[in-house]
């Protein structure tokens, strides 16, 4: 059994839980965003979890990375949508009455989106999902975002992004055409797809997926549950930045910002 941490954060630093299954492989490094934005973060691995429901009430923010979890066996992150909505239904639930935050990245976002956790109605049905690139491959390139309401706690308005995506099943669908529409009315379309000079409808491959309204990512109504297909926790580090020796060293990555602002909300609102 695993041991259950206490209750809030260490040191004014709100308590991250990573969570992979087999096929995961970016929590190595989402761990490493977490903890550099001032969160102290933890890998545990999601049978840890079906074990011991309750040790979700020791953590504040809960992060889904990206990978391929189970080997993406039926569809992309299919397996681990059904066991967290069968095995962590109701911990899960809890956790988000709590107030405290989910965010899903590429893998984890199809798992929101497929456990009915995001993009669901009121029946917990998934209204949006996530399938196939219009390319028919892989897509492995970096993106330009825009962000597009003040409603998501993770991301603050005009914090537009260059991040990378890599996925084949990333393009964003919506189950009856007024969704989207909804989706917009509503604030919860986080990040967009733009141009290199911010322009909208960019088309392939600034559009890598052929996401519906350019969709790169969506929220709940209370802005504490998100997801987007692109990387944040791989544009961390000034370094990271595909064209750093050319245009100069950034102090940061664009992606640093969206663990900050979780860390920052965990601490002003959970502690």
């Given amino acids: 059994m695993m041991e259950i941490r206490a209750l809030g954060g260490t040191n004014g630093r709100p308590h991250a839980i990573v969570l992979r299954a087999a096929g995961t492989n970016c929590d190595v490094e989402t761990a490493y965003a977490l903890d550099k934005a001032g969160a102290e973060a933890e890998r545990v691995h999601v049978n840890r979890v079906v074990e011991e429901p309750a040790s979700l009430d020791a953590y504040q923010i809960l992060v889904l990375p990206g990978g391929f979890s189970y080997g993406d066996d039926i569809a992309s992150a299919k397996v681990l949508a059904i066991e967290l909505r069968h095995a962590l239904g109701d911990p899960l639930r809890k956790f988000i009455e709590d107030g405290k935050l989910i965010l899903g990245i590429c893998n984890g976002f199809q ?8 993009g669901a109605d009121e029946g917990g049905e998934p209204e949006v999902t996530l399938s196939f690139n219009d390319s028919g491959r892989f897509e492995d390139r970096w993106t330009y975002l825009k962000a597009s309401t003040d409603r998501c706690v993770f991301v ?3 914090e537009n992004s260059y991040l990378p995506v890599a996925h084949g ?7 009856r055409p007024e969704v989207l529409a909804e989706l917009e009315d509503g604030g919860r ?3 967009r797809y733009v141009g290199p000079n911010d322009e909208g409808r960019p088309g392939y491959p600034w559009n890598p997926n052929g996401s519906m309204g350019d969709v790169a990512g969506i ?3 209370t802005g504490r549950i998100f997801g987007l297909m692109p990387h944040p926790e791989r544009h961390v580090d000034g370094t990271q930045h595909p064209r750093w020796t050319r245009e100069g060293l950034q102090p940061e990555g664009d992606g640093i910002r969206i663990f900050r602002n979780a860390v920052d909300y965990a601490r002003q609102n959970l502690l």
Avoid at 169 to 175: W, Y
């Fill in 111 to 118: 798992v929101l989106v497929k456990a009915g956790l995001l």
């Fill in 156 to 158: 603050k308005p005009g």
């Fill in 169 to 175: 099943e990333g393009k964003f669908l919506v189950r």
């Fill in 189 to 191: 379309i986080v990040f």
């Fill in 219 to 221: 929220c709940d109504p």
